[in-house]
């Protein structure tokens, strides 16, 4: 069964995770490198275990792995054989499991909440290309080959034992159309598809987003389909815009409402969005049962999320109310 669905079958809304990669920035590590935050895990994991924890602790119902930017003619680029820049994947995955685990283990952390899930990151191919693109979507790239370059990812992520996959920050249509296809490879693996957006209608390439809500509403195995890394502005539309595509849960992690300027590779001021938790509840009536952060965001704003959340799951035990 679908992980999220087996959660909100329980609960009302599935708190996320925030971001990763500036978040270690914060904390002290230089991420001005192609592998971006996969040079953490490569060097220096216990640091990326560091931030799972704090997000466990904050309220996360669910943990991204650091895999975003760790592809395997990335990591071959660095010097890794293949077998080890697959393990390193893999190692992504049971590095936040065992954290999870760690976690779990404490009575005290069990009270009024989920087991916390571990979903895998299958970032762009422009995240790969790092210039960028994972906001433009202009590869010059056939399917078949998008196919190529996710499948030996896909798999270490999977045989390593991830809850689910969280395709994320796909600004095109095509991209979506390739990491479907693959997910059927893998019989019995679930994943979300999250896409990059540059207004309240349209994904970073230009398609509506409610299209590809509607192509990817078929596919057995989507566990949920919304938006990340995008403008906190956008996200009621874009909520009610998938919402009218797909009967699919909708989840939505954006980022803090700066934007990341690919030329001088820095974030810059953009929008300024009310605090998180005063915009999940209106995400929230928007249609939205996934809500997290993405870039820029804290264990700060997750904490009060999940005290959000925990509010409202209170409030709808103490009336009888059915989650959803």
């Given at each position: 069964?679908?992980?999220?669905?087996?959660?909100?079958?329980?609960?009302?809304?599935?708190?996320?995770?925030?971001?990763?990669?500036?978040?270690?920035?914060?904390?002290?590590?230089?991420?001005?490198?192609?592998?971006?935050s996969a040079?953490?895990?490569?060097?220096?994991?216990?640091?990326?275990?560091?931030?799972?924890?704090?997000?466990?602790?904050?309220?996360?119902?669910?943990?991204?792995?650091?895999?975003?930017?760790?592809?395997?003619?990335?990591?071959?680029?660095?010097?890794?054989?293949?077998?080890?820049?697959?393990?390193?994947?893999?190692?992504?995955?049971?590095?936040?499991?065992?954290?999870?685990?760690?976690?779990?283990?404490?009575?005290?952390?069990?009270v009024d909440?989920?087991?916390?899930?571990?979903?895998?990151?299958?970032?762009?191919?422009?995240?790969?290309?790092?210039?960028?693109?994972?906001?433009?979507?202009?590869?010059?790239?056939?399917?078949?080959?998008?196919?190529?370059?996710?499948?030996?990812?896909?798999?270490?992520?999977?045989?390593?034992?991830?809850?689910?996959?969280?395709?994320?920050?796909?600004?095109?249509?095509?991209?979506?159309?390739?990491?479907?296809?693959?997910?059927?490879?893998?019989?019995?693996?679930?994943?979300?598809?999250?896409?990059?957006?540059?207004?309240?209608?349209?994904?970073?390439?230009?398609?509506?987003?409610?299209?590809?809500?509607?192509?990817?509403?078929?596919?057995?195995?989507?566990?949920?389909?919304?938006?990340?890394?995008?403008?906190?502005?956008?996200?009621?539309?874009?909520?009610?815009?998938?919402?009218?595509?797909?009967?699919?849960?909708?989840?939505?992690?954006?980022?803090?409402?700066?934007?990341?300027?690919?030329?001088?590779?820095?974030?810059?001021?953009?929008?300024?969005?009310?605090?998180?938790?005063?915009?999940?509840?209106h995400w929230?009536?928007?249609?939205?049962?996934?809500?997290?952060?993405?870039?820029?965001?804290?264990?700060?704003?997750?904490?009060?999320?999940?005290?959000?959340?925990?509010?409202?799951?209170?409030?709808?035990?103490?009336?009888?109310?059915?989650?959803?």
């Amino acid at each position: 069964m679908n992980p999220l669905q087996t959660i909100l079958a329980q609960y009302s809304v599935v708190i996320l995770d925030g971001a990763l990669a500036t978040e270690l920035e914060t904390r002290g590590c230089d991420l001005n490198d192609p592998l971006w935050s996969a040079k953490v895990l490569l060097e220096t994991p216990e640091r990326i275990a560091a931030v799972h924890a704090d997000y466990f602790a904050a309220g996360a119902d669910v943990a991204i792995t650091a895999s975003y930017q760790a592809s395997l003619p990335g990591l071959i680029r660095r010097g890794l054989e293949p077998d080890e820049a697959l393990a390193l994947m893999g190692r992504s995955v049971t590095l936040a499991a065992e954290v999870r685990d760690a976690f779990w283990r404490q009575p005290a952390n069990r009270v009024d909440r989920p087991r916390p899930l571990v979903a895998a990151s299958v970032g762009p191919y422009g995240a790969y290309l790092a210039d960028g693109s994972e906001y433009r979507g202009d590869y010059d790239l056939s399917e078949d080959a998008l196919v190529a370059f996710h499948r030996p990812r896909m798999a270490a992520l999977v045989a390593a034992g991830a809850d689910l996959l969280a395709c994320e920050t796909l600004p095109c249509l095509a991209e979506a159309r390739a990491l479907s296809r693959l997910l059927s490879e893998f019989p019995g693996t679930w994943a979300w598809f999250s896409f990059s957006a540059r207004d309240g209608a349209h994904v970073c390439h230009g398609e509506a987003l409610a299209d590809c809500a509607r192509f990817l509403d078929a596919h057995p195995q989507v566990a949920a389909v919304g938006v990340n890394c995008t403008a906190p502005i956008f996200v009621p539309d874009l909520i009610r815009a998938a919402r009218g595509a797909t009967d699919k849960p909708i989840i939505v992690y954006p980022n803090s409402g700066e934007v990341y300027d690919a030329q001088i590779r820095a974030w810059r001021d953009g929008s300024q969005p009310a605090p998180f938790a005063e915009a999940a509840p209106h995400w929230y009536r928007a249609g939205a049962r996934i809500i997290g952060g993405c870039c820029r965001t804290t264990p700060a704003d997750i904490a009060a999320l999940a005290r959000w959340a925990g509010s409202l799951r209170r409030q709808e035990k103490k009336s009888g109310a059915m989650p959803g």
